[in-house]
């Protein structure tokens, strides 16, 4: 029988290992922390965002700089195939009212009940506390067990979903990058991704807004207009973040690198026109204060007000009120650290792999997830690419041992 090891319980590390599984291939999952799919389980918590409807080539713009990689892995298992698979599961999805999609239950614990047990139906070992340390010279796998002890293991095909380095206590902590790098793999630098910014506010801005959100705004970045966002941002005490944050995180992290700062501009009313908040500006009544008449006239709460007067030094400004509102300044100085972001972006360059995921220096080795150069943001985009991947590099292994892929993507693969 021919054998696979896969490196990581995470999402793509399980699904690959399904697929592989199901074509009669033995496969051993072997993850270094007591249970599988820790950061899948976390995710669940405020409800499983799993997947979004979004059209295909908006779905696919989500990705950015990697969006023509991953373009035909999403064809091959895509938002549709992943709900199938969550329905053969027992778990069938529902669509929120932005688009994204959610198992029934709004949680990820029964999914995964579920998946394990299908999992060890197909035969599927699962090895914990089994850390991976890099290669062995005739290249078998080496693991450090919870004694200390270390192993080595060899298989036909090998895939590695080790994750990026968002979640350390979760498991996914980049220590991978150093033996790929050491075996002349090409890593992009790990960064952190959908995470907060960092925002010298004054402490009186800070004390009083930490934790209140900037209700439906739109964000650019400043010499970026064609980047633009909208949703709920929220204020911390050390800066913002939120949907919109995380959706400008590449655009951020890229003039920071150029400029060592960034000037994010807050649209506090983006459903009105300069023109249109000038015209409801002039109602204003002559005993009114200045956060009385924002208030009055176009509906400004006191978390937008403070905004104003953060960014004009306590003092509201005296003319062109109308453009201001329009474009807040806000200079970002830093992202937050690694360990507070909830994924990364950089990884394996692509470069380093071909058309199934399989690393060209080192054949029958295959890597899938977070562990690629890509990145996306929240709303379902990170954990579908993250199936999709693993599909991908276990429809690559099956090739790599003489089989084809089953059925078409996962979904097929889920049900055969």
């Known amino acids: ?19 592989l599984a199901r074509a009669g291939v033995d496969v051993v999952v072997h ?6 799919g820790r950061k899948f389980l976390l995710a669940g918590h405020g409800g499983l965002n799993i997947t979004h409807t979004e059209g295909r080539d908006a779905f696919v713009a989500r990705y ?17 195939d992943l709900r199938a698979w969550c329905a053969g599961l027992g778990e069938e999805t529902v669509v929120g009212s932005s688009g994204r999609v ?5 949680r990820a614990t029964p999914l995964m009940r579920a998946w394990l047990a299908r999992l060890a139906e197909l035969g599927v070992r699962i090895e914990k506390r089994r850390r991976w340390v890099g290669w062995s010279p005739d290249g078998a796998s080496r693991f450090t067990g919870a004694d200390g002890t270390t192993s080595e293991v060899g298989a036909d095909v090998t895939v590695f979903a080790l994750g990026g380095a968002s979640w350390p206590r979760l498991g996914a902590d980049g220590d991978w990058v150093g033996p790929f790098t050491e075996r002349g793999i090409e890593v992009t630098p790990l960064r952190a991704a959908n995470v907060g910014v960092r925002v010298a506010w004054t402490e009186v801005f800070a004390q009083r807004f930490a934790g209140t959100p900037l209700k439906n705004v739109a964000l650019t970045v400043r010499g970026r207009p064609g980047v633009r966002v909208r949703g709920d941002a929220m204020l911390t005490s050390t800066g913002l973040e939120g949907g919109p944050v ?8 890229e003039v920071l690198d150029a400029q060592g700062r960034c000037v994010v501009e807050v649209d506090l009313r983006p459903d009105l026109t300069v023109a249109q908040l000038d015209e409801r500006l002039q109602r204003r009544r002559p005993k009114d204060s200045g956060s009385s008449w924002l208030r009055r006239t176009v509906g400004l709460d006191p978390a937008g007000i403070g905004l104003l007067r953060e960014a004009r030094a306590g003092a509201l400004p005296s003319s062109g009120m109308a453009e201001r509102l329009k ?7 830093d992202t937050m650290p ?10 394996i360059a692509w470069s380093q792999v071909d058309g199934s995921l399989m690393l060209r220096a080192l054949p029958g080795t295959f890597v899938a997830g977070e562990m690629l150069d890509w990145e996306a943001p929240t709303g379902g985009y990170l954990l579908q690419a993250s199936f999709s991947t693993g599909v991908v590099a276990a429809h690559g292994a099956l090739a790599r041992l003489g089989g084809a892929p089953v059925g078409h993507g996962a979904g097929g693969a889920a049900h055969v």
Request: hydrophobic fraction near 50%; glycine fraction near 16%.
């Open 1 to 19: 029988m021919t054998t696979a090891t896969v490196v990581g319980g995470g999402p793509a590390g399980l699904i690959a290992a399904e697929v």
């Open 31 to 36: 993850d270094r922390m007591p249970s599988v």
């Open 64 to 80: 950015g700089a990697a969006a023509d990689r991953l373009r035909p892995m999403l064809d091959v298992f895509g938002p549709g």
């Open 102 to 106: 959610f198992p029934r239950s709004f």
């Open 246 to 253: 995380y959706a400008l995180g590449a655009a951020i992290r």
């Open 327 to 333: 474009a807040v300044p806000v200079v970002v100085t």
């Open 338 to 347: 690694m360990g507070k972001a909830i994924s990364t972006a950089g990884g």
